[in-house]
């Protein structure tokens, strides 16, 4: 395996012959090899697929939306589309109705408070 490795980077790792030694450069081409793009459309299906369970807090539903978001590529809107998930979950929590204005602007303030 190591030699298949090593010809591997020097085969087709690297097109500047000066990052054939560059570990940097090496790593990334390895993962662009082997691990391939990321599906963004398949990740923001999972994204908008998520529900927010009963049992969960808000802070562990956020918490996760946001992890979600990271491999989504959304952008400048990110911090939008988790609020408007969390609208939508909320509103369809029994126990939340009404309170969805509220907590997308208590959220919408922690998050301006964090930068």
Same mark, same amino acid.
């Given at each position: 395996?190591?030699?298949?490795?090593? *010809?591997?980077?020097?085969?087709?790792?690297?097109?500047?012959?000066?990052?054939? +030694? $560059?570990?940097?450069?090496?790593? #990334?081409?390895?993962?662009?090899?082997?691990?391939? #793009? +990321? $599906?963004? +459309?398949?990740?923001?299906?999972?994204? $908008?697929?998520?529900?927010?369970?009963? *049992?969960?807090?808000?802070?562990?539903?956020?918490?996760?939306?946001?992890?979600?978001?990271? *491999?989504?590529?959304?952008?400048?809107? #990110?911090?939008?589309?988790?609020?408007?998930?969390?609208?939508? #979950?909320?509103?369809?929590?029994?126990?939340?109705?009404?309170?969805?204005?509220?907590? *997308?602007?208590?959220?919408?303030?922690?998050?301006?408070?964090?930068?």
């Amino acid at each position: 395996m190591l030699r298949n490795a090593s *010809s591997w980077r020097h085969g087709i790792c690297c097109a500047n012959p000066n990052d054939k +030694t $560059n570990v940097e450069k090496i790593i #990334e081409a390895f993962n662009r090899h082997w691990i391939g #793009e +990321t $599906n963004v +459309t398949y990740e923001r299906y999972v994204f $908008n697929q998520r529900i927010k369970q009963l *049992s969960e807090s808000i802070d562990d539903f956020v918490a996760d939306l946001r992890k979600l978001a990271k *491999s989504c590529a959304f952008e400048q809107l #990110e911090d939008s589309l988790i609020r408007d998930r969390i609208i939508v #979950e909320i509103r369809d929590d029994p126990r939340c109705v009404g309170q969805a204005h509220q907590v *997308s602007h208590k959220y919408v303030r922690f998050k301006m408070k964090s930068y």
